[in-house]
């Protein structure tokens, strides 16, 4: 492994604690909705309330959510996990207490592999636990020098994914954040919509000479983009450095990050565990997991996308890079297996889909999931390709009327007069007319210049209007030229 980057000879330290929102219709303790965007305390009954009286029902979903996670990261399942009273007082936590793990989470330890600069790496994981979300402070709309509260969010289940201190830049951090945002989405147990808060990170940051023990750390809270990631802990890491290079101590805190100044501010002084008074929590009994749940978990995960793509490598011959983006989401891998079936075409399958198909869903801002040309008639554009009856130019021609709406590639191929021009007879003609009326081209070829022949190759295209199959009309015009 390449040795970790230093920053004007300090070595930078960076774990991450990631908050995944699990993908259930209701909430870990209570039957109220977690849809996203409803008008504020709309979505709060009387447990997330907590009203006297109430008591906390887990969410048998949110559970299994957890195992799934657990089980791709290779991590212990624990057989048996408690729920504790995590203390603290803040106006959107009507409790007075979060729900949470401390002692014993239900995921332990695992790991998360990912690339950066073609390197591969692995990130440790320590644990991931259940807990709930607080409500919403709303600073905005509620009047002059007043805050509301929303909460809706009180009481939606969250996994906090804890890494070990292993990443050693901002640029590892952002892409061990992406491989673990990519597989909660392809497991299903988050949508990792980061704008409306289902994935959003906390970055542990702080700094050190090399081989001295760790610096004390300030951490990063509610970043909900990779980008916003990466300034928060870039600005964090010259700014510690610069306290410590100024004869100072760092304060341990936690921070905020400002994406209008691309700078981070002291919010409060640290916590510690004992801080929160942590204790088992009475109303929950502790969380059995039999081994028969988790075989069976196990036995309804996906292909995990490091096999699927293995798999590709292995079974259609893909390059490594090629394998990795049809792997980069499931929805993705999906429409690649169908559009590699109906076309035979592997190799040319995974062209399409990363060069104009990509670029389309990219200048669109969406997904594979919404792409508006399905895998059959994609397949049969790539035919026509294949068997030369269209050009790539003309092809891409195809594709943007199937983008638009049409359905038949040979019907549009026919309309827009795209056929490539495959009669030896007429190309001949062509290039006959070409050689004749470029005779400085055909001395220039004659003298060893190579510009030459495809200066006459473009010619043979203008004069066929874009027809002239390109590997055809060379040939010819290579035949022609030896003969004369």
Same mark, same amino acid.
């Given at each position: 492994?390449?040795?970790?980057?230093?920053?004007?000879?300090?070595?930078?330290?960076?774990?991450?604690?990631?908050?995944?929102?699990?993908?259930?219709?209701?909430?870990?303790?209570?039957?109220?909705?977690?849809?996203?965007?409803?008008?504020?305390?709309?979505?709060?009954?009387?447990?997330?309330?907590?009203?006297?009286?109430?008591?906390?029902?887990?969410?048998?979903?949110?559970?299994?959510?957890?195992?799934?996670?657990?089980?791709?990261?290779?991590?212990?399942?624990?057989?048996?996990?408690?729920?504790?009273?995590?203390?603290?007082?803040?106006?959107?936590?009507?409790?007075?207490?979060?729900?949470?793990?401390?002692?014993?989470?239900?995921?332990?330890?695992?790991?998360?592999?990912?690339?950066?600069?073609?390197?591969?790496?692995?990130?440790?994981?320590?644990?991931?636990?259940?807990?709930?979300?607080?409500?919403?402070?709303?600073h905005e709309g509620a009047g002059d020098g007043?805050?509301?509260?929303?909460?809706?969010?009180?009481?939606? @289940?969250? *996994?906090? &994914?804890?890494?070990?201190?292993?990443? %050693?830049?901002?640029? +590892?951090?952002? $892409?061990?954040?992406? /491989?673990?945002?990519?597989?909660?989405?392809?497991?299903?147990?988050?949508?990792?919509?980061?704008?409306?808060?289902?994935?959003?990170?906390?970055?542990?940051?702080?700094?050190?000479?090399?081989?001295?023990?760790?610096?004390?750390?300030?951490?990063?809270?509610?970043?909900?983009?990779?980008?916003?990631?990466?300034?928060?802990?870039?600005?964090?890491?010259?700014?510690?450095?610069?306290?410590?290079?100024?004869?100072?101590?760092?304060?341990?805190?936690?921070?905020?990050?400002?994406?209008?100044?691309?700078?981070?501010?002291?919010?409060?002084?640290?916590?510690?565990?004992?801080?929160?008074?942590?204790?088992?929590?009475?109303?929950? @009994?502790? *969380?059995? &997991?039999?081994?028969?749940?988790?075989? %069976?978990?196990?036995? +309804?995960?996906? $292909?995990?996308?490091? /096999?699927?793509?293995?798999?590709?490598?292995?079974?259609?011959?893909?390059?490594?890079?090629?394998?990795?983006?049809?792997?980069?989401?499931?929805?993705?891998?999906?429409?690649?297996?169908?559009?590699?079936?109906?076309?035979?075409?592997?190799?040319?399958?995974?062209?399409?889909?990363?060069?104009?198909?990509?670029?389309?869903?990219?200048?669109?801002?969406?997904?594979?999931?919404?792409?508006?040309?399905?895998?059959?008639?994609?397949?049969?554009?790539?035919?026509?390709?294949?068997?030369?009856?269209?050009?790539?130019?003309?092809?891409?021609?195809?594709?943007?009327?199937?983008?638009?709406?049409?359905?038949?590639?040979?019907?549009?191929?026919?309309?827009?007069?795209?056929?490539?021009?495959?009669d030896t007879g007429a190309l001949e003609a062509?290039?006959?007319?070409?050689?004749?009326?470029?005779?400085?081209?055909?001395?220039?070829?004659?003298?060893?210049?190579?510009?030459?022949?495809?200066?006459?190759?473009?010619?043979?295209?203008?004069?066929?209007?874009?027809?002239?199959?390109?590997?055809q009309a060379g040939e010819l015009l290579r035949?022609?030229?030896?003969?004369?």
């Open positions: 492994m390449t040795a970790a980057p230093l920053v004007r000879g300090w070595e930078v330290v960076i774990g991450l604690e990631t908050h995944a929102q699990l993908s259930t219709a209701s909430k870990i303790f209570s039957g109220a909705a977690t849809a996203f965007g409803a008008a504020p305390n709309t979505q709060a009954c009387a447990v997330d309330l907590a009203l006297p009286g109430t008591l906390p029902v887990l969410n048998r979903g949110a559970v299994e959510r957890a195992i799934r996670l657990g089980l791709a990261v290779g991590a212990k399942i624990a057989p048996q996990s408690i729920f504790a009273r995590k203390n603290y007082f803040y106006p959107d936590l009507p409790k007075g207490y979060q729900i949470s793990q401390y002692e014993i989470p239900v995921v332990q330890g695992g790991t998360v592999a990912f690339t950066l600069g073609g390197e591969a790496r692995t990130v440790r994981l320590t644990r991931a636990h259940l807990e709930e979300d607080a409500g919403k402070s709303v007043v805050s509301g509260i929303d909460l809706n969010r009180a009481g939606t @289940p969250l *996994l906090e &994914i804890v890494s070990e201190p292993d990443m %050693r830049s901002s640029a +590892e951090a952002v $892409e061990y954040a992406r /491989a673990l945002h990519a597989l909660v989405v392809w497991l299903g147990i988050c949508d990792g919509n980061m704008q409306e808060g289902s994935f959003r990170c906390d970055a542990n940051v702080s700094v050190r000479r090399p081989g001295s023990p760790f610096g004390t750390r300030r951490e990063i809270k509610n970043l909900n983009s990779f980008r916003f990631l990466q300034q928060a802990i870039d600005f964090e890491v010259q700014w510690q450095i610069e306290r410590l290079e100024d004869g100072l101590e760092i304060e341990q805190a936690t921070v905020l990050f400002d994406p209008g100044t691309g700078e981070t501010r002291a919010m409060r002084t640290k916590e510690d565990a004992h801080d929160y008074r942590y204790f088992p929590d009475p109303d929950l @009994p502790p *969380l059995v &997991i039999a081994p028969q749940w988790v075989e %069976r978990v196990r036995g +309804e995960l996906p $292909e995990l996308p490091a /096999a699927m793509a293995e798999r590709f490598q292995r079974e259609d011959g893909l390059p490594a890079y090629d394998a990795a983006m049809m792997t980069q989401s499931l929805p993705f891998a999906r429409y690649y297996e169908a559009l590699r079936e109906a076309s035979g075409q592997p190799k040319l399958a995974a062209n399409w889909l990363m060069g104009e198909v990509s670029k389309r869903l990219n200048a669109e801002g969406m997904g594979i999931e919404r792409v508006p040309v399905g895998a059959a008639a994609l397949a049969a554009l790539i035919g026509r390709v294949a068997d030369g009856t269209v050009s790539h130019s003309g092809a891409r021609q195809v594709l943007d009327a199937l983008w638009s709406g049409e359905h038949d590639v040979d019907a549009v191929i026919a309309v827009k007069g795209l056929a490539q021009m495959n062509i290039v006959d007319e070409v050689l004749a009326a470029n005779a400085k081209s055909v001395q220039e070829f004659r003298a060893g210049k190579d510009k030459a022949f495809n200066a006459l190759v473009g010619q043979v295209m203008k004069a066929s209007k874009g027809k002239a199959n390109p590997a035949k022609r030229l030896a003969a004369s």
